[in-house]
């Protein structure tokens, strides 16, 4: 029998949670017990306004009703059917639904639970490409300093974010870094795209020259990095990328975890930017969060290229439990529906420039170096405080939540990323809270 004695029901310790600091949590814990649309309520009773759209994934708002009824309706209606060998309809709808908004040629998607597992399932699909192709040297993976992919090994093999790396030994061998793009000196306070930086892209031509294209499989980045603090792609620099790429038969994968589904007021950031990679991995805004899933998009090129040997053959040896769950899908298509229904993949288009305005107008606040910005993204960099780094961010946070927002920090920057219901007047009050935090912040 276990000892129930160990725990009380409001004893915080046996959770461990993830990228927190979980002592001062525990100290003086945030929580929040409710949401609707743009607001949080917290435990102790207050709203709390939405300005990081929970992690980058609730972009329709809190508990919008399509979705809740859809998952309470599929929960009772068919809970679970095994994923290998076996199919229920939503998953193949929602399937099709989201190759009709994806780039053109993106034809066939493999789904997942989480951004970090499309990550994995994107560089395995890459690596088992250029075998069924009979090109099996290609066995390395690029990816980018600073990059964020998730937490599993492959992920932060091909990332660059020294403290999500240096814990976990050597990773995966065979994995070489560009360099990042963000060039402060030449770029700050700029509004969208940098106009220096696009160059940057030839390193990776070095990389090929160094390695030899006939041993690299792919290279994979976030068109716009998010995790590392909002580093937007100078001008030119996606296209370059891609021409070299197509250049030495290496797949492209963009990692649109946080710019899939409306964040740049395009479905995806591929079609924002016009630039077309091999593959797309996906996850948060999918479900607006509500249930963990993520996809991967392939073109039919990718795809096809395993359709062959014996029909009765896996042709793929990978895949999750989960992958295509059934309350996932009817989540994933009630999100889909309602994203449809209010224009949402395409609103942060029309509330940009007003968003712009806004947040550069906090230019002249304490501390602040830099701001950037683009879609309904923003980020504010502040002045570290000498020999604390991360210490001023923080404090910002706090006060924020304690005034009644929600911001998310990395290092010293505040990242800003609204669901994409947001109104003038709520851009408003977002930033009026940010400026009040920032003049009584330290
Ligand atoms: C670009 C990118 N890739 C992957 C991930 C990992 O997603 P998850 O936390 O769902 O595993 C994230 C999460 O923020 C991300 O921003």
Known sequence: MSNRLNTTPNDLRAFWMPFTANRQFKQNPRMMVAAKDMHFTSSDGRQILDGTAGLWCVNAGHCRPKITEAIRQQAGELDYAPAFQMGHPKAFELANRLVDIAPEG????LFTNSGSESVETALKVALAYHRTKGEGARSR???RERGYHGVNFGGISVGGIVSNRKMFGTLLTGVDHMPHTHLPDQNAFTKGQPEHGGDIASELERIVTLHDA????????EPIAGSTGVLIPPKGYLKKLREICTKHGILLIFDEVITGFGRLGSPFAAQHYDVM????TTAKGLTNGVIPMGAVFVTSEIHDAFMQGPEHMIEFMHGYTYSGNPIASAAALATLDTY??????TRAADIAPYWEEQLHSLKDCPHVIDIRNTGLIGAIELEPIAGEPTKRAFSAFLRAYEDGLLIRTTGD????SPPLIISKDQIDELFDKVRKVLEGID
């Open 413 to 416: 920057i505040i990242a800003l």
């Open 141 to 143: 993976l690029i990816g």
């Open 214 to 221: 006939s041993t690299i499989a792919a290279v994979i980045v």
């Open 340 to 345: 449809k229904e209010e224009g949402l993949l």
């Open 277 to 280: 990679p091999d593959i797309i």
């Open 106 to 109: 993106m034809n066939h998607v």
